[in-house]
């Protein structure tokens, strides 16, 4: 009998972003690949975007099963009626194990192959609790955590705060990994050409001689992108731009701050992109100034860039973000600091330079390669 698995995501997007490399791993191992997720509502995806991931799934063998996973942490309702939709997929096959991702996928994962008997490796895109987060946090999460624990085959974290944590839990087995990885060659080696840097500078209206600082992220407060907003405002400076690539329920938020400090033609909202990495050679600074982060796939694609970063100082994007070495790390709420850092890279070119060609060598152990290799040993063990 063929190896059967079950991949479990509360979004779609997570499919697309963090695991393809695992469906083709997992193939290639001999498994038939089963993904449950929401494929309607909460992703990062557009509708468009989501139907294409269905099709582009479908061509690979693999069978989709949508299920109404809610976005954050749900309601009872919502929760009950996501485990029974599961429940029924479950009943419908065999599984040899499931592999859950993000909170509530991670939730809802345990409990069902608890109840199937069925093995369960969770990988944790960022512990909602970490050092130096809110106390409410850590009451709410953290014991949800350690119970479901005893339910978990392995933990597979993305950080060395996560990591050190998980090691503190009952039954299940802690292990690390690098992040989700990051193409790096094809970031570092396929830099677009000056006309095709000028013709995107075109189409967002900024002047050949602008400064550029760019975020990759869903629009959400946990982003943090009004923090960036707020320090360029007190720039004053008429020759810098803020780009901002993602979709999310914060947009109208932040497109209201911008005009209420007067710089909103300076900060562009770009939606969804697939042009990321000629984006990233098309800026001067990259800005990731979340409030939590499991690690920050954007972030690393910047370094890999050649960029100097602007980061936060929490969770996972202190295992890369170097204050003075990597770009400038700020707590997430200090307009000043932020402005002070932006500022510094926007007057002296060499550092920037220095920070930039530092972080091409210091990503490249971040690379899907590395992550791909323990990946695949996970998966073989089980």
Same mark, same amino acid.
């Given at each position: ?163 050190? !944590? /998980? ?9 690390? *990994?690098? &992040?989700? #990885?990051?193409?790096? @060659? =094809? ?44 320090? !360029? /405002? ?9 780009? *901002?690539? &993602?979709? #999310?329920?914060?947009? @109208? =938020? ?129």
């Amino acid at each position: 009998m063929a190896k059967t698995m079950l991949m479990i995501t509360s979004v779609a997007s997570m499919i697309k972003q963090f695991n393809m490399d695992n469906i083709a791993i997992l193939q290639d191992l001999g498994y038939q690949v089963h993904v449950a997720t929401n494929f309607k509502h909460g992703s990062t995806m557009s509708a468009e975007e989501n139907r294409h991931l269905k099709n582009e799934l479908k061509k690979l063998g693999v069978i989709a099963h949508h299920i109404d996973f809610p976005r954050g942490i749900g309601t009872p309702v919502t929760l009950i009626t996501a485990i029974h939709q599961l429940s029924d997929v479950m009943s419908s096959y065999r599984y040899d194990f499931i592999h859950c991702q993000s909170p509530i996928g991670g939730v809802c994962g345990r409990l069902i192959g608890h109840k199937y008997k069925v093995k369960v490796l969770y990988t944790a895109h960022g512990f909602q609790f970490f050092h130096g987060g809110p106390k409410k946090d850590w009451l709410l999460f953290y014991p949800i955590e350690y119970f479901l624990a005893r339910y978990t085959e392995q933990i597979i974290t993305i950080n060395n705060d996560d990591f050190s !944590l /998980a090691q503190h839990f009952p039954h299940a087995k802690a292990r690390y *990994i690098p &992040g989700v #990885g990051i193409n790096y @060659k =094809n970031i570092t080696m396929m830099a677009p050409t000056q006309d095709k840097i000028s013709l995107l500078r075109k189409e967002f209206g900024i002047p050949e001689n602008s400064f550029v600082i760019i975020s990759v992220g869903e629009l959400s407060q946990r982003k943090n992108h009004q923090v960036i907003i707020k320090a !360029l /405002a007190k720039l004053k400076s008429q020759n810098v731009f803020y780009l *901002i690539c &993602g979709h #999310g329920n914060e947009k @109208k =938020n932040l497109e209201l701050l911008a005009e209420k400090l007067n710089i909103s033609k300076k900060v562009k909202l770009l939606g969804y992109r697939t042009d990321i990495s000629d984006l990233l050679h098309m800026a001067d600074i990259s800005a990731f100034p979340s409030r939590r982060e499991g690690l920050g796939l954007a972030g690393l694609e910047a370094m890999a860039a050649g960029l100097p970063l602007i980061t936060s100082n929490v969770q996972g994007i202190k295992d890369y973000s170097i204050n003075g070495v990597t770009g400038f790390v700020s707590s997430p709420l200090d307009v000043d600091k932020f402005a002070i850092g932006i500022k510094t890279l926007i007057n002296d070119n060499k550092l920037r330079r220095k920070m930039g060609t530092n972080n091409i060598k210091q990503v490249e152990k971040f690379d899907i390669s590395n992550v791909n290799k323990i990946m695949e040993e996970i998966y073989s063990e089980l």
